[in-house]
């Protein structure tokens, strides 16, 4: 009953106005990537981009790399470290969240016009 209540008044009232920092989010298709030692990963990107920059979210694209991790990660002192660059529109600032979740591994960083992630997984 409540949240009938809440769809009317919406209805009736209207939107509000809009603010300029409401973001828009994308969820990228999930990237494979390949560890050096041949195990593919799954890494899943979500972009939060301005309202404003909408209209531009087809011009966003990502990739990956895979390669050993300098630290290591794990009692055997192995890993792998996977790059994520997310490729924004000039000029768009965007924030950027990261994550393999079959090893609860994420990064969020925020960028204008490109965006790059570091996640370490305890496989090579």
Do not use: K, Y
Request: proline share 7%; aromatic share 4%.
């Amino acid at each position: 009953m409540v949240a009938l209540a809440a769809v009317g008044g919406m209805l009736l009232f209207g939107p509000g106005a809009a603010s300029a920092n409401v973001a828009w989010c994308i969820f990228d298709p999930p990237i494979q990537v390949v560890t050096p030692g041949g195990t593919t990963i799954t890494v899943n990107n979500t972009i939060s981009l301005p309202a404003s920059a909408r209209s531009l979210q087809s011009q966003v694209w990502d990739e990956a790399s895979a390669t050993p991790s300098p630290i290591g990660n794990g009692n055997d002192g192995g890993g792998t470290l996977i790059t994520i660059t997310v490729h924004l529109p000039a000029g768009v600032q965007a924030q950027v969240t990261s994550s393999v979740d079959q090893f609860q591994a994420a990064d969020d960083q925020r960028g204008v016009t490109e965006v790059i992630l570091h996640l370490e997984v305890p496989i090579t």
